[in-house]
Nanobody, 124 residues
C-alpha cells in the first residue's frame, strides 16, 4: 500500500519559514516525480513545485520562485519543501503527490498518489 505523509505545517508569522516533509512508504520516490500542491479555502488546488528524484530536475510555480525550494533525500524516501518569506496568501493546505509519468508537472490529473495534506497558516 502506498502512503504519503506530509508534516511540518503550522502557524507562522509573515516573513517566517517552514519546511514541509513528505515521507513515502510502499514505493521508492527515486522512480517518480513528486509534486507539492496547495489549496486555499474557496480556491482550486494549484501546483507549487515538483522534483524528479532520478535526475534532480525541479519545477516551480512562477510566482513562488526564489521563496520555495524543493529537495529530496532518497535515503530517507522523503521530499521536502522549504518555504521562506511566507506571506498570508501562502495560507493553504499543502499536499504532496506522486506521478508515475507526468508530462506536465502541475497537472493534478497526472498524479497517482496523494497525501492527506498539512495546514500552513501565515498570520499578518
Amino acid at each position: 500500500e502506498v502512503q504519503l505523509v506530509e508534516s511540518g505545517g503550522g502557524l507562522v508569522q509573515t516573513g517566517g519559514s517552514l519546511r514541509l516533509s513528505c515521507a513515502a512508504s510502499g514505493l521508492t520516490l527515486y522512480d517518480y516525480a513528486i509534486g507539492w500542491f496547495r489549496q486555499a479555502p474557496g480556491k482550486k488546488r494549484e501546483g507549487v513545485s515538483c522534483i524528479s528524484s532520478s535526475d534532480g530536475s525541479t519545477f516551480y510555480a512562477d510566482s513562488l520562485k526564489g521563496r520555495f525550494t524543493i529537495s529530496g533525500d532518497n535515503a530517507k524516501n522523503t521530499v521536502y519543501l522549504q518555504m521562506n518569506s511566507l506571506k498570508p496568501e501562502d495560507t493553504a493546505v499543502y499536499y504532496c503527490a506522486v506521478s508515475v509519468r507526468a508530462s506536465t508537472w502541475s497537472a493534478i490529473g497526472e498524479y497517482d498518489y496523494w497525501g492527506q495534506g498539512t495546514q500552513v497558516t501565515v498570520s499578518s
